[in-house]
């Protein structure tokens, strides 16, 4: 198993531009989330999805989407880049459901910077 | 939401040392992790332990959940252990982490 993968490794945006960061797991996960870290910070949450089809938002959402078509793949899109966008990003996944362990495990980060 | 709190904020051992970093957590939870982030950057899942004591090696971890906090010993340390330190919560009937600011470690030779 690649476990969470995400691409690309590192992006440089200008103000104003538009970008899709891509996520994909392939441990059968339910639940997948988006967190950004700012330097020197802990991780906050972004967006997150329960299942296919359903999303909902974290503490810090704005200037983001997310969709959730496959139970592989989440992808956050960012419309209209802005500098207090630049940051790291991480996809995460889990498995939620009586009797599991509800373990999260992430990806390696999306580091972008917006100039 | 819930208040998670680490304590040192940094950390310097010199290599072989023993130390212990501390995680206060506000609330009942039902999920808690400990992760180690590398200097590359990398999230690496130490210990999932909402309640109990677990050991891996030279890292061991105990959750005391009726009193809202939670453990990591790192013993003989090595200069890999250098990197922050995160406890991530999950509190009772929510499905999202919420991490504390990280423990700095930095292990000399």
């Known amino acids: 198993n690649a476990g969470v993968t995400q691409t690309p490794k590192f992006r440089i945006l200008k103000i104003g531009q538009s970008m899709t960061l891509q996520c994909t797991q392939d441990?059968?996960?339910?639940?997948m989330y988006w967190y950004r870290q700012d330097p020197g910070m802990g991780l906050k949450l972004i967006y997150y999805s329960v299942g296919a089809g359903i999303t909902d938002k974290g503490e810090v959402p704005n200037g983001y989407n997310v969709s959730r078509s496959t139970t592989e793949d989440f992808p956050l899109r960012l419309e209209l880049a802005a500098p207090s966008q630049t940051s790291v990003y991480f996809c995460?996944?889990?498995?939620?459901?009586?009797?599991?362990?509800?373990?999260?495990?992430f990806g390696p980060g999306t580091r972008l910077t917006v100039l | 939401g819930i208040q998670v709190e680490q304590s040192p904020p940094d950390l310097i051992l010199q290599e072989g040392a023993n130390s212990t970093l501390r995680c206060n957590f506000s609330d009942s939870v039902n999920n808690l992790q400990w992760f180690h982030q590398n200097p590359w950057g990398q999230l690496i899942n130490l210990f999932y332990?909402?309640?109990g004591t677990k050991q891996n090696g030279r890292l061991s971890a105990t959750t005391v959940a009726t009193e809202r906090y939670s453990l990591l010993y790192i013993s003989s340390s090595q200069t890999t252990d250098s990197g922050v330190y995160f406890c991530?919560?999950?509190?009772?009937?929510?499905?999202?982490?919420?991490f504390g600011a990280g423990t700095t470690v930095t292990v000399r030779a």
């Open positions: 332990i909402p309640s």
């Open positions: 991530a919560v999950e509190r009772v009937g929510d499905y999202k982490l919420s």
């Open positions: 441990m059968n996960h339910n639940y």
């Open positions: 995460a996944s889990s498995y939620q459901g009586t009797g599991k362990v509800n373990e999260q495990f």
